[in-house]
């Protein structure tokens, strides 16, 4: 099993900013994609950046490119989230997730992790 605790989240201005970090611990991968996704009220799961454990790659969703940046430290066994210039609509709960990565499938997705964190609110006022 993995555990993934989510943490950073609050209540900050429009223009603002936050890093969200997920711990993770348990099980490990030979090579681990860690994503994170956000919710908003009303709203489905949403795809907004993931990296892969060895080689650091990361890939963003295009909402959020230029202000979002993911990042990882090894030696914690944590990812990151820097989370710049905040508007109002991204107001969610941020979720981190993990699974063993492979190239055929497309993390984008998410049935494509299939282990998640608690998630952590991010509430961004205007």
């Known amino acids: 099993q993995v555990q993934l605790v989510e943490s950073g989240g609050g209540l900050v201005q429009a223009g603002g900013s936050l890093r969200l970090s997920c711990a993770a611990s348990?099980?490990?991968?030979?090579?681990?994609?860690m994503g994170w996704f956000r919710q908003a009220p009303g709203k489905g799961r949403e795809f907004v950046a993931r990296i892969t454990w060895s080689n650091g790659s990361t890939y963003y969703a295009d909402s959020v490119k230029g202000r979002f940046t993911i990042s990882r430290d090894n030696a914690k066994n944590t990812v990151y989230l820097q989370i710049n210039s905040l508007k109002p609509e991204d107001t969610a709960v941020y979720y981190c997730?993990?699974?063993?990565?492979?190239?055929?499938?497309?993390?984008?997705?998410?049935?494509?992790?299939?282990?998640w964190g608690q998630g952590t609110q991010v509430t961004v006022s205007s």
């Open positions: 997730a993990t699974d063993q990565f492979f190239t055929y499938k497309n993390y984008d997705r998410v049935r494509s992790y299939a282990y």
């Open positions: 348990g099980r490990t991968f030979s090579n681990a994609v």
